[in-house]
């Protein structure tokens, strides 16, 4: 899959972050100049706090960065080596609020500074607090990388923010565990869960009320006016995917045909077909992957049986249900539970 087809006018992320990406590998000793040939990006232009790169050219440069150092692990090192300035504006508003629930309602409100590949959404799940990342686009190969980063960067933002406090509660993921995952899992303070119907970091919710050591309510509304000002700055792109998978989602079991969804949409389904494509993705991927996340949560996460598993996601009966699922993670639902 791939993000070629995306408007840089849209679909874009500062770059601040690719400067930082190009610090990592310079430590590795590879020169910027090898990481942006063949890019519209000039060099330097991330002294611009304001400067941002399209989609299509920090694709070019990660896949590039991912193939030099043959670390497909690297996100994790990236969100790692993030402070809070990296995140401009946005940062200093979080780092200065009151609490972690106001730091995290303003992450969410000003992303679109920050990116428009992917945004941020919370809400609460019983006595969980979500943070959960939306892809904007279909990021493919690059999901990895951007997630991990994204994580690894909130984790160790909240332990500056929340001295001696532990932030996480778990981490899902929305595709399949990496290879090199197998030997970084025991590093992880908290559980890790693949292949997950959502990209999200999960905590307690009473978290949410945790003081942050550097608040400071005048600071915090400056730079918020900051990052008001950026954003009328920055095109937002269509949600479409979010609307495609709230849509499927709603049906509580019975998931709606291309064609319904287009309705939904007040679009043709010809029309939603072409959009999701220019996005990377197809209506059959995004029902399947919210399909295998479901059920590999219900697997993991509940004592359910196959036979309901298969009945709450629409199969007529467990053996179908079970060859979906093998096409989907090589496994059966059984020897997943195991």
Sequence with gaps: ??????????????????????????????ASEELLVGTQIESGCWRDPKARVSAQDFERVARRAIRMTGEPWIGWELGASMTLSSHGFLGYAAMSSATL??????????????STMVQLETFKDGDMAVLQVNELLSLGELTPLTMESLFSSFHFMGQKLLPGMEVLGELRFSYPEPDYFERMRPLMPVPVYFDCAYNQMRFPVERMDFTLQFADPR?????????EQEMATIKAPPALLGQVRRIILAGGGR??????????LHMSSRTLKRKLQQLGTSYQEILDGLRKGLAVEFL?????TVDEIAMSLGYSDASNFARAFRRWTSRSPSDYRT
């Design 101 to 114: 629930g106001e730091a995290l309602e303003l992450a969410v409100k000003y992303f679109r500074t920050r």
């Design 1 to 30: 899959m791939t993000i070629l087809k995306m408007d840089p006018a849209e679909y874009s992320v500062s770059a601040e972050y690719l400067s930082l990406m190009l610090d990592v590998l310079a430590r590795r000793g590879i």
């Design 255 to 264: 998931f709606p045909s291309v064609e319904e969804v287009a309705s939904d």
């Design 219 to 227: 600071l915090a509304k400056m730079a918020a006016d900051q990052c």
């Design 300 to 304: 993991t996460q509940s004592d359910h």
